[in-house]
Nanobody, 126 residues
Framework: EVHLVESGGGSVQVGGSLRLSCEVS????????VGWFRQAPGKEREGVSCMSRDGSVYYRNSVKYRFTISKDNTKNTINLQISSLNPEDTAVYYC????????????????????WGQGTQVTVSS
């Protein structure tokens, strides 16, 4: 059985940083396309940072140069380092994985990926 469990969310002030981690069991992340998504209240879920199976990376324009996605194949985790946070980053953040050979862009724009975590809340206050 596959499980994805996010951690690292919290409440931070504008300009702060967080490191989100997604612990994965039941599959090997090195063999999967992965991504981080977020959903703010009243808005649709959106892909913010995604990695294809071959390691290419896509970032949503609003998070470029502030978010960094990575995989740790030894620990079997998917990570998201986020910095220079602003109130518009407030959302529930979800990790996801899929075995399909999507491009990095496709991963972030495909809302029907196979495996999803339950989410971790990030709240940014001014």
């Amino acid at each position: 059985e596959v499980h994805l469990v996010e951690s690292g969310g919290g409440s931070v002030q504008v300009g702060g940083s967080l490191r989100l981690s997604c612990e994965v069991s039941g599959l090997f992340v090195e063999d999967y396309a992965v991504g981080w998504f977020r959903q703010a209240p009243g808005k649709e879920r959106e892909g913010v940072s995604c990695m294809s199976r071959d390691g290419s990376v896509y970032y949503r324009n609003s998070v470029k140069y502030r978010f960094t996605i990575s995989k740790d194949n030894t620990k079997n985790t998917i990570n998201l380092q986020i910095s220079s946070l602003n109130p518009e980053d407030t959302a529930v953040y979800y990790c996801a994985a899929d075995p399909t050979e999507y491009s990095d862009y496709e991963v972030c724009n495909e809302m029907h990926l196979e495996y999803w975590g339950q989410g971790t809340q990030v709240t940014v206050s001014s």
